[in-house]
């Protein structure tokens, strides 16, 4: 007996601090706590040598065009009656299709958004990574195609998680800066150009403001990629 009473002592006390671990986590995300407000110093709009904003609302209406996943995601596919990323190796995958302003709503462009899962998420370290590549066209300047590791750990555990347990709207505004990497630093880069973003390198970061969540999956928010290029080479005499 005493044996048994030491062994459900042990399970009680695992059990006891898996969840403190987790509630730790959940209610103080460390790496997260000061990663918005960093980030965005970097990237002030006047020192931005590239904005694409999109911008969309609960009524369906705003700059996104499309959106689909695997059937499992939280936010609506839009138009309805879109075909879903059905198919086995592609089901945890999201695409998206929007126009794109210049941050002042003039509309400049077309950029998809293609989402797969990143083997680095972990629950213990607080992040649900995906690989995350942008592809924007601007007629009259080129195109340009930006890659990142996003984390979604606070949008989920913050906003989308009790929007659906509680069955309750999340009413905002909650800032957050996606970009995780997959640089040191923090930032996305700049993957390939052309025309005048032709052989251009930089860095970016992704932020998003959400201002409503319904349990539906419908949404007000803002999302913009701020592009910074790097020096040009002056190359060697």
Do not use: C
């Not at 103080?28 to 040598?49: G, I």
């Amino acid at each position: 007996m005493r044996a048994l009473a030491h062994l459900l002592a042990a399970l009680a006390g695992f059990v006891l601090g898996a969840l403190v671990v987790l509630a730790g986590l959940y209610f103080f995300p460390f790496a997260h706590v000061d990663r918005t407000a960093r980030m965005l110093a970097q990237f002030p709009e006047q020192a931005l040598d590239l904005w694409l904003v999109l911008e969309g609302e609960v009524d369906g209406s705003g700059t996104p065009v499309s959106i689909t996943h695997g059937g499992n995601g939280p936010f609506a596919p839009s138009p309805p009656g879109i075909g879903l990323l059905s198919e086995p190796a592609i089901n945890a995958g999201l695409a998206l299709v929007t126009r794109v302003h210049d941050g002042r709503g003039n509309i400049v462009g077309v950029a998809t958004e293609l989402e797969a899962g990143h083997p680095g998420s972990n629950l213990l370290r607080g992040r649900i990574m995906t690989h995350t590549t942008w592809s924007a066209i601007l007629p009259g300047r080129g195109g340009i195609v930006l890659y990142q590791v996003e984390d979604n750990w606070i949008l989920a555990t913050r906003v989308i998680g009790p929007a659906l347990l509680r069955k309750r709207a999340f009413h905002g505004p909650w800032r957050n800066v996606n970009t995780l990497g997959p640089r040191a630093d923090g930032r996305g880069y700049v993957v390939a150009g052309t025309g005048e973003f032709a052989g251009r390198a930089g860095t970016f970061i992704e932020t998003a403001e959400m201002r409503e969540f319904r349990p539906d999956g419908h949404m007000s928010f803002t999302m913009d990629m701020r592009v910074i290029f790097d020096p040009p080479s002056t190359g060697t005499p």
